[in-house]
């Protein structure tokens, strides 16, 4: 996690925040190396002054359904449903409404998506032996594929911008909690996002 989050990134952040990057990045970088845990994801959101920055990692079965290449035609819908609600970040993690935010960047990746491209360009002329090659590997794709969304708002007045609300929970019910590690100019602070406590404070 983080990636996106570099030094260069949050440059005009306070100085405390911009040293304390490389710890949170540390203790993500373990996280993402823990056990897979279906219903439980976890977001790294960094605020710099009119910017607004997610970065999360959310197994593909809460977004989804299953954790493998799709295989029939109702599989591939429900993933390109999903990636193109995933897409809409705005309606997913809202902002107080007074800070005027809008979505400049997205980014969605998944193990999922690269096994549907490799379907699509390689169907006819490998069918048998792309078949074989799924049901190989089909049990370990299921135990760990996950989603990597990266988002970034840039917003009016970001002094406004005071909470932003994980709406993520209502869309996807699959998502029972998010571990969330913030990063402000105020310093870093970590909470437990469910759907009854969905609203992270930012100021």
């Given at each position: 996690m983080w990636k996106k989050f570099g030094?260069?990134?949050l440059a005009s952040m306070a100085l405390p925040?911009?040293?304390a990057l490389p710890v949170v990045?540390?203790?993500?970088?373990?996280?993402?190396?823990?056990?897979?845990v279906h219903g439980v994801g976890r977001a790294d959101v960094a605020l710099d002054g009119n910017r607004l920055m997610l970065?999360?990692?959310?197994?593909a079965h809460d977004l989804v359904g299953f954790e493998h290449a799709p295989a029939t035609e109702q599989e591939h819908k429900t993933l390109e449903a999903a990636?193109?609600?995933l897409r809409d970040g705005l309606s997913l993690f809202v902002p107080n409404p007074e800070a005027q935010c809008s979505q400049t960047q997205v980014d969605v990746k998944s193990a999922l998506l690269e096994a549907d491209q490799h379907d699509e360009d390689h169907h006819e002329?490998?069918?048998?032996?792309?078949?074989?090659?799924?049901?190989?590997?089909?049990?370990d794709e299921e135990t760990h594929a996950d989603f990597t969304l990266f988002y970034r708002f840039e917003c009016r007045d970001g002094?406004?911008?005071?909470?932003l609300r994980f709406e993520i929970f209502q869309d996807f019910s699959g998502v029972s909690r998010l571990s969330v590690q913030f990063i402000g100019p105020a310093g870093q602070q970590g909470m437990k996002a469910t759907p009854q406590q969905a609203v992270l404070n930012l100021q």
């Open positions: 030094v260069v990134a925040v911009v040293i990045a540390a203790e993500s970088g373990h996280r993402q190396h823990d056990a897979h970065e999360l990692s959310i197994p990636v193109a609600r002329a490998h069918q048998d032996d792309h078949h074989d090659h799924d049901a190989d590997h089909g049990e002094k406004q911008l005071k909470q």
